[in-house]
């Protein structure tokens, strides 16, 4: 247990449903990534949070991609309109310096 | 960053140590060397990282080639809990904070 931990672990819904995800990393960490893993491929960042300030968005991050960190704490990503193309696992991690992201378990998605 | 190059798949003796080995011959001189690892179905674990000094922690020995082209990661008693993707990963840290992974090598350690 890394101390980083998402909710929930596992989320299935139907094509078309909006599904959000929480992520609460280790409390002093201010740093906060979100990335997406897909069956057989490592992780794939998504989105980096400095703070309550979201300081990059990758192009993986659709319209239909939402991320928070409201007061810089836990954050939240929301996925509007699911498509099947969306189903991955979903990865949060923190930091406290640049160097090494701690992860969480992980959500993960089925859109059926 | 600089692209790593590894094994898609290595077997292990439990008890024996397992080398894995990474190659990152475009390495930059400010480029540290990451190791993560990922059990089925669990987040990615941070293993050991180092800039070109040879490393030890309690998980894991990590060597880096004098020329920084290469390294090895080395559990030296492997368990069967050591089964996992093991990740290489080069990264400047500071701004370039984006942790790029490749699809790793699956190590299998057998009784």
């Known amino acids: 247990d890394t101390g980083v931990s998402q909710d929930p672990r596992h989320k299935i819904t139907k094509r078309g449903q909006n599904v959000t995800f929480r992520c609460d990393p280790i409390?002093?960490?201010?740093?906060l990534y979100w990335y997406r893993q897909t069956l057989g491929q490592g992780p794939e960042f998504l989105t980096y949070?400095?703070?309550?300030?979201?300081?990059?968005k990758s192009r993986l991050l659709s319209d239909r991609f939402s991320a928070e960190r409201p007061k810089g704490s836990f954050s939240t990503l929301e996925i509007q309109r699911t498509e099947q193309g969306d189903s991955a696992m979903y990865l949060c991690?923190?930091?406290?310096?640049?160097?090494?992201?701690?992860f969480g378990p992980g959500t993960r998605l089925t859109v059926l | 960053d600089a692209k790593t190059t590894q094994p898609t798949s290595m077997d292990c003796a439990e008890g024996r140590a397992a080398n894995l080995p990474c190659n990152h011959s475009?390495?930059?001189?400010?480029?540290?060397v990451y190791w993560y690892r990922q059990i089925h179905s669990q987040g990615p674990q941070y293993i050991i990282h180092?800039?070109?000094n040879n490393e030890t922690n309690e998980m894991a020995s990590l060597i880096i080639t004098e020329d920084r082209k290469s390294s090895t990661l080395i559990l030296p008693h492997a368990t069967l809990r050591d089964t996992a993707v093991y990740y290489c990963?080069?990264?400047?840290?500071?701004?370039?904070?984006?942790?790029?992974f490749g699809k790793g090598t699956l190590l299998t350690v057998n009784p």
């Open positions: 409390s002093e960490h201010n740093r």
């Open positions: 180092g800039l070109k």
């Open positions: 991690a923190s930091s406290l310096t640049f160097d090494t992201q701690y």
């Open positions: 475009t390495i930059s001189g400010n480029e540290y």
């Open positions: 949070f400095q703070n309550e300030a979201q300081l990059e």
């Open positions: 990963i080069v990264n400047s840290g500071g701004s370039n904070y984006k942790l790029t």
